[in-house]
């Protein structure tokens, strides 16, 4: 595939690498420092990197904004806890359940939404999210609405245990690096070529041949299969699958990252991850009134950053 | 299963319904005629009922509580258009989305700034606080008092959008934009009434909805949502497709909520019912929606030929 044009997104390693080095000593760093229990934190900011990510294939590169996200999200965390609660404890086998049961999910709910344009997709992915929600809420075998607690973390064999903060974060932060890389290799794919060409021009895809549809169903699989992914590490890491988890506020919540770090940057969103869940540990440390400055923040950047933040350091080029 | 029954479950549900007309008139015309996504509509409708409560208190008159949050309401809907949201009319929807949950979480934190974090009480009008009967059913008068309030908004708001000189101004804006524009529309005073009127409408299910449900922070999200699902289903843009939508919605989540676990409970073990029968009603309104999509897929009262 040829770089330079405006469909491939390069990595700018001289921006990524150290950044990467960076998270792969932060444990060290942390420990140097006196702060390890900001590995919790960051954890979760990983967990939501590739939540995010994976939803901007579907709303940057694929133009489907999808407000019903959290279903998938929601699925894994519930897929993992309730097989851990029916005997099957393995990382192994219960995350990967996960990511299948989250993209048959995302199969049967793309099969109908993708029918669907524009604001109507935003409004009809949302109701398959609330439905989904429902039917957890209503499951009291697992927990209904008080969630479903994990007897204990999922088992990884070779002697780790993910209730060491520190394997936990390097197996999320192992797992983020993995899918984020496949993701882009699908952005830069043949497929993604053709995703971004549905994005720009969908009718006139669709004359030159391509199956749009099915493309499109693809990605939606893709997107909520990852997203799956990030709900079983999730769940593991709150020792809980809640009904929040799936809730539009969910959704609402990994939409906004996309779209403070940048639709139309592959990284964007992971960066709006953890621009967004730093001002939220920051600011809340500061003031009981966090959401109003969060707030505040958001208003600001649409006013003076119009791209996502990731516009910001880097103008005009595409981390 | 007896008529009463039936009655009062139809009532609950039409008073349901044009609470939820009166925010999605507001918020349907906001998005059809600005194209604008407000997430933050719904903490109007939370400031009306926060102002009505705290006026009501303060004078004793639910009355004059409810007035101070009309005029309030209105005039920090019609400050907010004017200063911030009428910078975004010609944004892409998604940075109004990030602008407006902004927005949201502001107003929600501003309100627990000023009034504290406990929910507060709205007091019924005394006058009203009884129940009343009507052959063989006695019903609440203040829900009564709702439905009628709702009917004569929307014979109002009917008045207003298809009678009156500003009506044909917000429908031209509504069906096309820049027509409208160059046929001479002061289009942004237009906006800024328009945002004033939804900001009002907002205010008077706040300061109907308080006596029923707690003033709370958050109150305006979860029927931000259903607000949402009616103009979908109704159509955007169009105030008559918010009003069958609205009345659609109530019914269906009023009827689903009584009848549905009854029924099952009619078919299925006890345990079994008892656990599917209210999920299955809080999915009805999205199964509702999901339906219409399928079908109708500009809504049922399309405003744009």
């Known amino acids: 595939m040829a770089a330079g044009t405006p469909l491939h ?44 990510t994976s939803l901007n294939l579907l709303v940057g590169f694929g133009g489907m904004v999808s407000f019903g996200h959290a279903a998938f999200f929601g699925t894994g965390a519930y897929v993992t806890g309730i097989a851990a609660m029916h005997g099957l404890q393995s990382a192994w086998l219960a995350w990967p359940l996960a990511m299948v049961v989250a993209g048959v999910a995302a199969f049967a709910i793309g099969l109908v939404s993708l029918r669907t344009r524009g604001v109507y997709f935003i409004m009809i992915t949302l109701a398959f999210a609330q439905m989904m929600y429902y039917v957890f809420v209503s499951m009291k075998t697992y927990g209904g609405e008080d969630g479903l607690a994990l007897e204990s973390r999922s088992a990884l064999g070779f002697g780790l245990s993910l209730k060491s903060d520190t394997t936990f974060y390097y197996v999320t932060l192992v797992l983020a690096v993995l899918s984020i890389a496949v993701l882009w290799r699908v952005v830069n794919s043949r497929f993604g070529r053709t995703l971004q060409g549905i994005r720009e021009n969908e009718i006139r895809m669709e004359a030159v041949g391509f199956p749009v549809f099915r493309h499109k169903l693809a990605a939606f699989v893709i997107a909520g299969a990852v997203a799956g992914l990030a709900g079983a590490l999730a769940a593991n890491q709150t020792d809980m ?9 969910q959704s609402g919540m990994l939409l906004i990252m996309v779209i403070l770090g940048g639709v139309h940057s592959f990284l964007g969103p992971a960066i709006g991850a953890a621009v967004l869940l ?42 | 299963m007896d008529a009463i029954l039936l009655v009062e479950q139809a009532l609950n549900g039409l008073q349901f319904g044009l609470m939820l007309f009166l925010l999605a008139a507001g918020l349907t015309l906001v998005f059809g005629i600005m194209d604008m996504i407000n997430l933050a509509h719904g903490s109007l409708y939370m400031v009306g009922a926060y102002l009505a ?18 005029v309030g309401t209105a005039v920090v809907g019609m400050l907010l258009e004017v200063t911030l949201l009428r910078r975004l009319y010609k944004r892409d929807h998604l940075h109004q989305v990030l602008a407006t949950f902004g927005l949201l979480l502001m107003a929600n934190e501003a309100v627990r700034m000023i009034w504290g974090p406990e929910a ?18 006695v019903y609440p008068a203040f829900r009564l008092m709702i439905i009628a309030v709702g009917i004569v908004v929307a014979v109002l708001l009917y008045v207003l959008v298809a009678h009156t000189r500003l009506g044909m101004l917000v429908r031209a804006g509504a069906s096309n934009r820049e027509m409208a524009r160059a046929m001479g529309v002061r289009v942004s005073t237009v906006f800024t009434l328009v945002f004033g009127i939804g900001a009002a409408l907002c205010a008077v299910a706040g300061a109907m909805l308080g006596p029923l449900l707690a003033v709370q922070v958050g ?16 159509g955007i843009g169009s105030v008559r497709g918010a009003f069958v939508g609205a009345v659609l919605v109530g019914m269906v989540d009023t009827f689903g909520r009584t009848l549905l ?45």
């Open chain 1, 9 to 52: 997104h390069a990595v700018r390693w001289a921006l990524v690498g150290p950044a990467l080095v960076l998270l792969a000593l932060l444990p060290v760093l942390l420990t140097a420092i006196d702060q390890p229990f900001y590995l919790v934190p960051a954890t979760r900011i990983l967990i939501y990197a590739i939540a995010a």
């Open chain 1, 241 to 249: 699958a809640s009904p929040a988890f799936l809730n539009w506020h």
């Open chain 1, 278 to 319: 730093l001002l939220e540990e920051f600011v809340g440390d500061m003031t009981t009134h966090w959401q109003f400055y969060v707030g505040a923040v958001l208003v600001a950047v649409v006013l003076f950053a119009p791209n996502g933040i990731a516009t910001l350091a880097v103008r005009r080029s595409r981390v």
């Open chain 2, 53 to 70: 409560a705290t006026v009501a208190t303060a004078t004793g008159s639910f009355l004059v509580g409810a007035a101070a949050a009309v």
């Open chain 2, 120 to 137: 507060l009480s709205l007091p019924m009008p005394e006058a009203l606080a009884g129940p009343v009967e009507i052959g063989g059913l």
């Open chain 2, 219 to 234: 109150m305006g999200e979860s029927i931000l949502i259903l607000a949402f699902v009616v103009i979908v289903i109704g």
């Open chain 2, 261 to 305: 676990p009854m029924s099952l409970r009619a078919v299925l073990p006890p345990q079994i019912a008892g656990n599917l029968g209210p999920a299955l009603a809080s999915i009805l309104i999205y199964v509702l929606m999901a339906g219409v999509l399928f079908w109708r897929p500009q809504g049922l009262f399309p405003a744009r030929g």
